[in-house]
Structure formats: C-alpha cells, structure tokens
C-alpha cells in the first residue's frame, strides 16, 4: 500500500493492514508455529525446522520483530527468538474485533 494512499484510511485500517500483513507469508506462519509450539527458539534451530536458507529466516524473522511479535535475546553467538505476549495479546484483540464484526446473513450471492 502507497504511503499516498494509506492516509485515506483510519488509523485502526492501517494497523490492522499492517498487522497482517507481517503474518502474509507461510515462511512466517511457520515460524511462529514454531515458536508457539516451542516456546523459544534459536535461530539455527528454524533453519534445521523449515528447511530454508540461513539469510531467508533472518529477512522473516526481521519482519516478525519489526511487527513487534516476536523479540529475540543475545545468547553467546545466538539469538533465542520468542513470542512477544503483550503485542501477540494485541493482534488477537485486534483480529477477534475484526472478525466478530460479520454477522451471517443467508440472502448473500
């Protein structure tokens, strides 16, 4: 989305594009799948997971955290990459509002 055009939407619109779009990929539904199943992760460990290049996790795992998803911790020569609660917490909020909003009518095409 244009930066020209976004301003035509509402601050709520925005966001919530933005929060899924950081989810837009099946590299980073995997990723945290796996870290919701793990609960904590280095980053070696989703590479051996999914079966993708080093440089490729690291790009996703950026997006992810740039989202405020997930946070990472130095560990040594590692990074232990986790869900973030208090933003995860927020996109189910954020998602649930937005789903609850449809009401099923039976007279739709």
Not at 67 to 73: D, E, M, P, S, T
Request: charged share 20%; glycine share 6%.
């Amino acid at each position: 989305m244009g930066l020209t055009k976004s301003e035509i939407f509402t601050d709520k619109q925005n966001k919530l594009a933005n929060m899924m779009k950081a989810l837009a990929h099946p590299a980073r539904i995997a990723i945290i799948q796996y870290l919701l199943k793990a609960e904590a992760c280095i980053c070696g460990d989703l590479v051996n997971e999914l079966g993708l290049a080093q440089s490729t996790i690291s790009q996703h795992l950026k997006e992810l955290k740039n989202a405020g998803l997930i946070k990472g911790n130095i560990e040594g020569t590692s990074v232990c990459y986790c869900i973030d609660v208090k933003i995860w917490n927020q996109y189910r909020a954020a998602f649930d509002t937005f789903f609850v909003n449809y009401v099923n009518r039976d007279e739709c095409c």
